[in-house]
């Protein structure tokens, strides 16, 4: 029966003991291969038919084997924004389940700062109907890596500022009001990122996402999409036997 190696991205010194048991070396090692090691050479000798992360990490699996009798596992973190002290005794919930909740928070919000409430179907809102007509759509998401949340990468959205269905919400129901009902939602809730687990594998080749975070963070480099994985639960509910720890920011 083959170990299982926990993938645990919470923090920097986190992230290299994973690898260093994974890839069955030192945390040492990697950093001095990611220091010596310059992107632009690699990308200007390659063929150009990938991306440059991606032979990245060709590279690195030249210089590092991963060990095959393990199987790996990866903590996930789910950033969202709620009432401070929410426990999740529901576990994470996708937005098929967690609409209604969100919606009764926004109509709470809009009594407290007393405008008159919108009561028009979402079903009138095709943004949130396309979310919610796909499992995968529907979450629950998470990121790989935790402090990703914080590198503000282009075109990535900011969950801890705002769920995106917050957003769809307020745009759709109360599109002239939605600064001042947007600002009240982010005095009203806390920042959060939850750590759970997953009874799924998680593929080796994924792991280039890793190297990439940790090659941009060394060498003082821009983030981008290619610097973090993401995770959706299909429209599954995280259960919350699966959450390791809360954290309100």
Not at 54 to 59: G, H, S
Not at 148 to 171: N, V
Request: aromatic content about 12%.
């Amino acid at each position: 029966m083959k170990e299982i190696s926990i993938l645990d991205c919470e923090n920097y010194e986190s992230m290299l003991s994973s690898l260093a048991s994974i890839f069955t070396t030192s945390g040492n090692d990697i950093l001095s291969f990611l220091k010596s090691t310059d992107l632009n050479e690699i990308w200007k000798k390659s063929l150009k038919e990938k991306y440059a992360n991606e032979y990245l990490f060709d590279e690195f699996l030249n210089e590092f084997k991963i060990n095959e009798s393990k199987i790996i596992k990866a903590y996930w973190f789910h950033n969202t924004r709620v009432l401070k002290g929410s426990e999740f005794k529901e576990g994470i919930l996708p937005l098929s389940i967690a609409i209604n909740k969100i919606e009764t928070l926004i109509n709470e919000i809009i009594k407290k700062i007393q405008i008159p409430i919108n009561n028009n179907s979402l079903l009138g809102c095709s943004v949130i109907q396309n979310k919610l007509n796909s499992k995968t759509n529907q979450g629950p998401w998470a990121f790989l890596i935790r402090d990703f949340a914080f590198e503000k990468a282009d075109g990535i959205h900011d969950y801890l500022k705002s769920p995106e269905l917050i957003e769809d919400i307020i745009y759709f129901k109360y599109p002239e009001k939605y600064d001042l009902i947007f600002r009240e939602f982010q005095n009203t809730t806390v920042k959060c990122i939850i750590k759970f687990k997953t009874e799924k594998e998680f593929h080796p080749q994924r792991l280039l996402y890793v190297i990439n975070y940790l090659y941009n963070k060394i060498n003082d480099k821009k983030m981008d999409w290619r610097s973090n994985a993401n995770f959706s639960n299909n429209g599954k509910i995280i259960s919350p036997e699966m959450i390791l720890k809360i954290d309100y920011l």
